[in-house]
């Protein structure tokens, strides 16, 4: 539709005034640090990693000089100044308010010489039987873990619909407003949870075998006799069959940052597909409000693994002088792999090619924007990724824009309300049979095809030529609204 000059779209409208919780397009703006509603923290230096014996020539292993630099600030921002410092073993961060942070992505370089498999092997295999190391997909170079605590829990005792905000419990004891709480269903046998998630048209889930679950972290507005009621829509049905519960949200590590510098590793050739050893830069593992700011990653076998909650990674760059696989014409395997919630990926450059250059896999709320690569692929890796969003990215040639994977019978690729807004190719794409249920969303997509815009089926908003429908960024977009109201 047309609106005062803008090209807008059927489901959004100029300012948000056309969109329903309970619609198909759901409400992204929850992604990132601090639920969208905070900037990225900026602490004062705390400790400077000359002092503990770093030398940062390039020559000198510095990895003991950061052990004891960590081990020894407990909490606060650790400066590492221009230089270039050798490390052949890990960094874990795993504790919360703890920040590396560079001169910048010019000046400082963190240079692993040693991969993960070297350091402490894990070996286990694809779903087909390869051996292969499990850093081929798993684990960090630099790593931030933690725990998300259970206990308290509550049960729901009334089903509630997508884009409710109301749940009915069994108790409200000690639930008080302004508790970060979690919503959260398993699977049954036959897999009617996943099926759900995949809006009745999922294909094979043969070999998912119950393995499903569904969460939603929102915060407790008001609580009632016998109901709470949260700040944000449920993005998914809940069913008494799916055993719902109402836990808290409690992460051991939380506010752990970093920042402005390069994490390199040597430039050898790509060894190919499942044949990857662990150059992987940073893991990220059941921590929340995390961030990765003005960060280059370079020659790696798998750039940034999430899964974690309500973190921003913003100005990244992703590049490598490695030799390049022929099979793949890649020199990576997985840029940014994400299998947790609500997180936050803006403003990043990808100047090579992994063969899964964004990866989601049973996740949702995640948003990706205002991006740009050589030829992006948006990997969606199966087991119901849901609710995730990409919008206003540069996917550079677009010969293999849906190019993904994931093992057989584990559904779609892509499940419900995956939306992509604003994605610009070189070339003309064409509507991706088979990849997604009709509750896809694509809106300001590169594509020489008829639109369509059923509200029960599909739904393909073609990219004007030379123009992009308005707002250019969705996410921005919902996340001013929200903040307005």
Known sequence: ????????????????????????????????????????????????VRDFGAAGDGEQDDTEAFERALAQIGTGVLWIPPGCYKLSGRLRLNRSGVVLRGAGQEETTLHFTRHLTDISPDWGATTTGERTSNYSWSGGLITIAGEFLRGGVVSIVRDAAYGEHTLYVDSTAGLMPGDRIEVFQEDTPDNSLAAHLYSGDPGDMDKLWGSTSASLVAEIVSVGEDSITINRALRFHVRAEWQPVIRPFRPTVDEVGIEDLTLEFPDVPYAGHFRELGYNGVAITQASDCWIDGVTIRNSDCGIILKGSFCTVRNLVMESHRQPDLASGCTGHHGIYIYGDDNLVESFDYRCSFIHDISVSKCAGNVFAGGRGVDLCFDHHKRAPYANLFTDIDAGAGTRLWKSGGGAALGRHCAARETFWNIYAKQLQPYPEGFAPASLNLVGYPTGEAPSCLTDGRWMEPLPAGECIQPVNLYQAQLRRRMLR
């Open 1 to 48: 539709m047309e609106t005062k000059g803008m090209l807008t779209s059927p489901l959004w409208g100029e300012n948000g005034e056309l969109w329903k919780p309970e619609g198909r397009l759901p409400d992204f703006s929850y992604a990132g640090y601090g639920c969208g509603n905070k900037e990225l923290p900026r602490p004062a230096v705390t400790a400077n």
